[in-house]
C-alpha cells in the first residue's frame, strides 16, 4: 500500500501562510490525495482532496506535483484556530474505506 | 458540529466488562465508519457499514464487534475490555461507500477508560 511521509512538526506565525508537505513516492495513478485535520480534544476534520490538479476550497489549496509524488496543503493565512494535525491520506481502489493515518504533523502557530 | 453524534462522551469501566457505543451518522449518510485512537497506536480504522451491511474490516479484535441499524445508528460493542482498550472512538459518516472522493464527516468521540 502506498504510504506517506509527513514532517513531525511545523511551526507558523498568525496571519502568514503555511505549506505543509507530503511525500507519497508510491502513489498509484487512482489514488485520490486527501487532507484532514484533527484540533485538540476532537474528531478529525475534512479539509481538502484531489486526484492530479491543484484544488482550492475555503478552507485550504492544495498543491500537487506534476508526478504525483508529493503535494502541499496551503494555509493561506493561518489563524491560531488553525493549530491542529495535519494529516495526507491516500485513498485508493483497495482501501477507499479505509482511511490510514499516520502521525500526521503537528503545527503550532504563534500569536 | 460535523452532524455526527456519540454517546455517551466519557465511559469508565472496569477490566473484563463489555460496553456498548453508539453513533448517529449525518441525517442522509449511508455509510458509518469506526476508528480507534491510542496514544501508542494513533487512529486506526476498525469496521465499516454501509446501509446496514458490514463493508470493509480493519484492524478490529474479535472481543469488538459492530452493527448499523435499519434506522442508520450504529454500535460498537466492545467485550471482555482490556486496560489497552483505553482510548478514544471516533465515528465517522459519508454519503456513500465506493466513492474516492467522498469526505468523511467525524463525530466527538466516546472516550473510553478501563481500570
Known amino acids: 500500500d502506498a504510504k506517506t511521509t509527513q514532517p513531525n512538526s511545523m511551526e507558523s506565525n498568525e496571519e502568514e501562510p503555511v505549506h505543509l508537505p507530503c511525500n507519497h513516492s508510491?502513489?498509484?495513478?487512482?489514488?485520490?490525495i486527501h487532507w484532514y485535520r484533527q484540533l485538540p480534544s476532537q474528531g478529525p476534520e475534512y479539509v481538502i482532496h484531489?486526484?492530479?490538479s491543484n484544488v482550492n476550497n475555503r478552507m485550504a489549496s492544495l498543491a500537487i506535483a506534476e508526478d504525483r509524488k508529493s503535494s502541499t496543503l496551503i494555509l493561506h493565512r493561518a489563524t491560531l484556530r488553525d493549530a491542529a494535525v495535519y494529516y495526507c491520506?491516500?485513498?485508493?481502489?483497495?482501501?477507499?474505506?479505509?482511511?490510514?493515518f499516520g502521525a500526521g504533523t503537528r503545527l503550532t502557530v504563534k500569536p | 458540529d460535523s452532524g455526527v453524534t456519540q454517546t455517551p462522551k466519557h465511559l469508565i469501566t472496569a477490566t473484563g466488562q463489555r460496553v456498548t457505543l453508539r453513533c448517529s451518522p449525518r441525517?442522509?449518510?449511508?455509510?458509518v465508519y469506526w476508528y480507534q485512537q491510542s496514544l501508542d497506536q494513533g487512529l486506526q480504522f476498525l469496521i465499516h457499514?454501509?446501509?446496514?451491511?458490514?463493508?470493509a474490516k480493519g484492524n478490529i479484535l474479535e472481543r469488538f464487534s459492530a452493527q448499523q441499524f435499519p434506522d442508520l445508528h450504529s454500535e460498537l460493542n466492545l467485550s471482555s475490555l482490556e486496560l489497552g482498550d483505553s482510548a478514544l472512538y471516533f465515528c465517522?459518516?459519508?454519503?456513500?461507500?465506493?466513492?474516492?472522493?467522498?469526505?468523511?464527516?467525524f463525530g466527538p468521540g466516546t472516550r473510553l477508560t478501563v481500570t
Open positions: 465517522a459518516s459519508s454519503v456513500g461507500t465506493s466513492g474516492l472522493s467522498y469526505e468523511q464527516y
Open positions: 508510491t502513489i498509484s495513478g487512482t489514488d485520490y
Open positions: 484531489g486526484l492530479t
Open positions: 491520506i491516500l485513498r485508493g481502489p483497495k482501501n477507499n474505506n479505509d482511511m490510514r
Open positions: 441525517s442522509g449518510d449511508l455509510s
Open positions: 457499514y454501509y446501509n446496514g451491511e458490514e463493508r
